[in-house]
């Protein structure tokens, strides 16, 4: 497996890899990778299978965290990385500095001269994490399609944890013509049930044990869902009590929306996908499913 530290590099061998008419799949990743992290990259050498790399790339993007959020603390392991990404079949790992992926916001004082060019959903970014996180996706579009420019990828993996990214770059590729298939990935779960995240690690023993309400609500919202449609505001209501009722808990936000426009509905029935957003301690976990 190479270990690839620069943008001329991995665009190099990129194209190399093009020409010699082998496909890439590329697997954007902040670290700190899971098993979560492991079957999106199986899923990406299943895509491109004996003709193809796969590269994972391991960046903790500065652009999507705002002032107040965790991105000095986020967790930073990439021997452990490196090992998880060569057994689980990756070719290269990609792992750029902040100095190469945004050279012009640290040299100049020069406002003129700083990095100016973004990536912006304007639709489906309107709810939910983009609401809670304003800047978050901004962020997030700006450097997947940077990565998308860097690996040149035939496919890109994403997980479904992330349900609302995945579908705004999803968009993105589809309103910017990027030749990339997106691949979405299932939520991979303990046995508890609480979906995988690199911030789980932050959690006491006694937060872990709240941080299952989350799935535990989403169970919930699936035993009371029917065909026939029940008062999203009632059902929100019940389950943010059900969760608030866990020490150490505070919802962000619970949404009912339809999977493929992120449109709230008012009524939930069989099909309308359910995300949460709950502090649990400091950390903030989200999850999702379709009911
Ligand atoms: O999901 C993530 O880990 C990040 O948002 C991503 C897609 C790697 C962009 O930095």
Same mark, same amino acid.
């Given at each position: ?6 943008? @001329? ?77 060569q ?12 100095s ?11 406002? @003129? ?8 959903e ?16 901004k ?37 910017l ?25 932050y959690?006491?023993?006694e937060?872990r ?8 609500? !989403? ?54 996908? !359910? ?17």
């Open positions: 497996m190479k270990h690839i530290e620069t943008i @001329r590099e991995m665009q190099s061998l990129a194209l190399g890899w093009k020409r010699s008419g082998l496909s890439i799949a590329l697997v954007p990743t902040m670290g700190a990778l899971h098993a979560g992290h492991v079957s999106l990259i199986k899923c990406a050498c299943q895509s491109v299978q004996l003709s193809g790399k796969v590269v994972v790339s391991i960046y903790v993007n500065p652009l999507q965290f705002s002032p107040n959020e965790d991105l000095a603390k986020y967790p930073r392991d990439l021997q452990k990385d490196m090992r998880i990404c057994e689980a079949g990756a070719d290269a790992v990609f792992t750029p500095t902040d190469l992926m945004y050279p012009f916001e640290e040299k100049s004082g020069d406002p @003129r001269l700083k990095h100016s060019t973004y990536a912006v304007e639709t489906l970014t309107q709810s939910m994490e983009g609401v809670a996180r304003p800047t978050h996706f962020g997030v579009t700006t450097i997947v399609a940077k990565l998308f420019n860097i690996v040149l990828p035939d496919y890109a993996a994403f997980g479904n944890k992330d349900f609302q990214q995945a579908a705004v770059i999803q968009r993105m590729v589809r309103d013509n990027f030749p990339v298939q997106i691949i979405r990935a299932p939520i991979i779960r303990e046995d508890d049930g609480l979906a995988l995240s690199s911030r789980n690690i959690l006491s023993t937060e044990k709240s941080a299952l309400c989350l799935n535990q609500a !989403i169970k919930k919202a699936k035993e009371k869902t029917s065909k026939d449609g029940l008062p999203a505001e009632e059902l929100k209501l019940e389950l943010k009590t059900f969760i608030e009722n866990n020490p150490n808990t505070k919802v962000d936000y619970i949404e009912f929306f339809n999977p493929e426009t992120l449109s709230p509905v008012s009524l939930v029935s069989t099909g309308t996908q !359910i995300a949460l957003a709950v502090f649990v301690g400091k950390t903030r976990l989200i999850d999702n499913d379709t009911l």
